[in-house]
């Protein structure tokens, strides 16, 4: 197709619309020539639901500044045009991170127009919907796995993580598992006790065990490893119960940006806390990732982790994950 005739092309997007100061996210058309002015069209195929997407979609001016927006952080899809000697039309790639769908339009549509340093190439073994039951989720919990592997290996002991029934938590419990650790996962759902042993998990322990204030600088010392998707005080309890040499990493805020703690775990301990950020990862290492993801990483129950849904049916997922009550994954598939 003549490029001038595909700039004229229209598609549908996920479009969130800011009226007296409430916002509404409803499918519109929208045209290709008004995507930004990037090196690479992409037809995307699938996207994903993250907790950045919903807030997002309700006006969290951190996340996105100006409205109408299409929310969405993933994207997988075909390339459709390429300034770059790095992709051809056709082929297959994934975007995550960087500012997509934060202040420039989404993957929550059927075309993202993106800098092509922000793509990679969707690796072998991995199809467009399995990167996006991934997704940021899947990168985060990648990166949370192979920063704790560096110092921790199986047969040191147990491995936290909290969050466990979400998004970036299910996927390192299972990539964990996989790995052959023994998983402690961590969480405020009950239900989901079965699901998360189905996907590898040694052992289910309760959130509210480790949710409140403790006195103490340092726990009985239970786990060799965490990774903590919530912040605040189950982060602070998980670090004063690391074993010496323990390593965790810290990804979320999902119930608190606050830390309060001791230097004590440190000092006494000799514990590790490792900051993880998913977004701006180097392309090196995201690339490394993927291939991991792709490879032997990837755990049985991929499929079964993640809910399909179409754009339309995006706002009551939305309103779901908002309410910590979506569970898994939820990949967007764009028609
Ligand atoms: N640093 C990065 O690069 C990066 C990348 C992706 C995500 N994140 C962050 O990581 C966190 C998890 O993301 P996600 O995509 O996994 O989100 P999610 O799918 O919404 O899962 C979060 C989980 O946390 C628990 N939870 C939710 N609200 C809570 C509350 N108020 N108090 C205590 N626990 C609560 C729930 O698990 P249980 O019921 O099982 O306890 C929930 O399923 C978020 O804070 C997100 O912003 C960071």
């Known amino acids: 197709m003549e490029s001038s005739n595909m700039e004229e092309r229209t598609f549908r997007a996920f479009v969130v619309e ?3 100061s409430a916002f509404t996210g409803s499918v519109a058309n ?13 037809r995307v195929r699938y996207s994903s639901l993250n907790y950045k997407d919903a807030l997002s979609a309700t006006g969290n001016r951190g996340v996105t500044r100006r409205y109408p927006h299409t929310p969405g952080i993933d994207a997988a899809g075909t390339v459709i045009a390429s300034d770059s000697a790095a992709f051809r039309e056709n082929d297959a790639v994934i975007v995550t991170g960087y500012g997509l769908g934060m202040n420039t339009p989404g993957g929550f549509a059927q075309f993202v127009r993106v800098p092509p340093e922000w793509a990679v190439t969707l690796p072998g073994g991995m199809t467009m919907r399995e990167a996006m039951a991934y997704g940021t989720a899947g990168l985060t919990a990648g990166l949370c796995v192979l920063r704790l592997a560096e110092k921790v290996r199986p047969e040191d002991g147990r491995i936290a993580v909290s969050g466990a029934s979400g998004g970036v938590g299910s996927l390192a419990v299972a990539i964990l598992a996989k790995l052959g ?14 699901k998360l042993l189905g996907l590898g998990a040694s052992e289910v322990l ?3 065990e480790y949710e409140a204030e403790t006195p103490n600088a340092l726990l009985e010392a239970e786990f060799a490893g965490a990774v903590d998707t919530l ?3 189950v982060l602070a309890n998980l670090l004063k119960s690391m074993q010496p040499l323990g390593v965790m990493t810290a990804c979320g805020n999902a119930a608190s940006p606050n830390l309060s703690l001791t230097v004590y ?6 514990i590790s806390l490792v900051g993880i950020d998913s977004q701006n990862c180097p392309r090196p290492l995201r690339e490394e990732m993927w291939q991991k993801l792709a490879g032997q990483w990837k ?6 982790l993640c ?4 754009l339309d049916e995006l706002p009551a997922s939305i309103g779901r994950i908002l309410q910590g009550k979506l569970t898994g994954r939820t990949v967007v598939n764009t028609g």
């Open 181 to 194: 650790y023994h998983v402690a996962a961590i969480t405020g759902k009950e239900h989901e006790r079965d």
């Open 18 to 20: 800011e009226r007296e």
């Open 299 to 304: 755990p049985e129950g991929l499929d079964r």
């Open 206 to 208: 309760e959130r509210k």
């Open 307 to 310: 809910t399909q849904i179409t």
């Open 231 to 233: 912040g605040g005080h």
């Open 30 to 42: 929208r045209r290709i020539a008004d995507l930004p002015r990037h090196g690479l069209l992409v």
């Open 265 to 270: 775990p440190f000092i006494l301990r000799g």
